[in-house]
């Protein structure tokens, strides 16, 4: 049967791009989907919930010798693509300070090269980014002699693709500024920009075998060597780290079973009227971004299909300028990379301690990182100092949901939120030094808090 005529326009438009045959079929796949009914749904009746998965504590550590030879055949990848616009930031997200004099990328620096001196291993860093971010982001780490030269690519490229018209599903036009016709399509386009821009076929030609993938702006993402071990030893082609879910996992996405096979449902992929998502007890199992690829399973995969893993469908409903809602209503057709754990045989979870997540994704969480609930060490974790599941913050969107307005709100640094559960903040509020947060605050405004003030729930 003939496609639709907006796929051809779509592929057309891909194409003059200079879209790589890769990207091509899975852009095709994607458009093939959506024709699908629910397309990009997954309502909590069609799913039941995870019961077991096996632990990081179970694994082994292994001989220093033998963490060498693995760690040697390691590549460490970043998602770096994001400019941090819906925190209100121009330039890239990883360059935002989280601690004094230390930004996501300093931090992810200092953890792979204090891997690399105790392992003695190679190691490489590489970043997925986007046009705006690679200068900012290379310029940055150019500052750290041991990630300039490492005979691998520093970075590629993520892909692009059109942007639909909500209306009829061809390509929007926006003369106004035609970049803004352009979207990624998600963080599942991983696996396809690793092929169309060479970089899996270079990185397996240097002898590396693996790939540890994980979000910038996750700091508690760290290499660890009991995993690399065991995807080494049990030859996993993908595995996937999550974490027992909480109340602070607003967002993110939940494992689940569907038809007896594993799947991660994504906020977008959940109906109008469906609460289940939130039912942290019920999912249980919620996935951190960070991922164990086997380099050559991978490029098996895309050898049989090019658009390999298949991923299931995420339509996300924007405006062509997404800082104008009036704008042309438009359609972003993406995927995402941990979806895959669904559609790659012999893929397995493995649950880990919230250590290895700790995500930036708003001001709320930004406030939680730059505070001493987090100490960072010399060689770059970032530890928690809390007991139990952590301090929840939620500020003022209207106020504090842009950096410049959260850092006006707090001059001084942030409060002490080591023994704090729950700081809700509504309204002008401003804060002055030292203050603390015990226990479950909630502030309203206007109000200034004092210096060394001890807030009390």
């Known amino acids: ?42 309502p909590g009746d069609d799913l039941e919930p995870l019961r077991d998965v096996a632990g990081l504590e179970e694994l082994p550590e292994p001989s220093a010798e033998r963490a060498r030879e693995i760690l040697d055949g390691l590549a460490v990848l970043k998602l770096n693509g994001g ?27 200092t953890q792979i090269l204090a891997v690399r001196e105790r392992y003695g291993a190679r190691l490489p860093l590489l970043l997925m980014n986007s046009a705006a971010t690679r200068g900012p982001s290379l310029a940055a780490l150019d500052r750290y002699d041991g990630l300039r030269d490492q005979r691998v690519p520093r970075d590629f490229l993520q892909g692009r693709e059109p942007k639909l018209r909500a209306d009829d599903r061809f390509p929007v036009e926006w003369p106004a500024d035609p970049e803004l016709e352009w979207c990624p399509p998600g963080h599942g386009d991983l696996y396809t ?17 693996w790939c540890f993938v994980s979000n910038s702006d996750n700091l508690g993402a760290t290499v660890d060597v009991r995993l690399a071990a065991w995807v080494a030893a049990e030859e996993i082609p993908f595995a996937m780290e999550v974490v027992r879910g909480t109340p602070a996992d607003r967002k993110g996405g939940h494992l689940a079973l569907h038809r007896g096979r594993v799947v991660l449902r994504e906020t977008a992929q959940v109906p ?5 998502f939130t039912d942290v007890e019920r999912w249980r199992f919620y996935n951190t971004n ?53 559609s ?58 842009l950096v410049p307005g959260f850092e006006r709100a707090f001059p001084a640094g942030p409060p002490s939120l080591r023994r704090g559960t729950r700081l809700r903040v509504d309204g ?14 909630h502030l309203t405004g206007p109000r200034h808090v004092p210096d060394g003030a001890v807030l009390r729930g």
């Not at 890769?22 to 989907?33: F, G, I, M, N």
């Not at 920009?193 to 075998?209: E, F, H, M, P, V």
């Not at 380099?295 to 658009?307: K, V």
């Not at 893929?347 to 505070?371: C, H, I, M, Q, Y």
């Open 1 to 42: 049967m003939d496609a639709p005529p907006y796929v051809h326009a779509t592929l057309t438009k891909a194409e003059k791009d200079g879209a790589h045959p890769a990207e091509l079929a899975a852009l095709r796949r994607r458009l093939d989907q959506l024709d699908e009914p629910r397309a990009g749904l997954l």
């Open 83 to 109: 400019l941090g616009t819906s925190m209100g930031l121009t330039g890239p997200k990883s360059l935002l300070e989280v601690k004094p004099g230390m930004s996501f990328l300093d931090v992810l620096a």
């Open 428 to 441: 002008d509020v401003t804060f002055g030094a030292n203050v603390v947060v015990e226990g479950d605050v």
């Open 193 to 209: 920009a690793l092929a169309a821009s060479g970089t899996l076929d270079r990185l397996l030609d240097a002898g590396l075998r």
């Open 290 to 342: 960070n991922l164990w690829i086997d380099l050559r399973a991978l490029r098996r995969l895309q050898q049989e299909d090019p658009a390999a893993p298949a991923l299931p469908l995420i339509v996300n409903h924007k405006t062509v300028d997404p800082k104008d809602p009036s704008s042309t209503p438009v359609i972003q057709l993406e995927t995402a990379m941990g979806a895959a754990i669904g």
């Open 344 to 401: 790659i045989a012999g893929a397995r979870p493995v649950l880990v301690p919230r250590t290895r997540f700790a995500p930036v994704k708003t001001t709320d969480d930004l406030l939680v990182v730059r505070s001493d609930a987090y100490e960072l060490t010399a060689d770059g974790r970032m530890l928690p100092t809390y007991d139990g599941p952590g301090p929840v913050v939620t500020l003022d969107r209207e106020r504090f949901r």
């Open 272 to 276: 109008d009227g469906d609460s289940s």
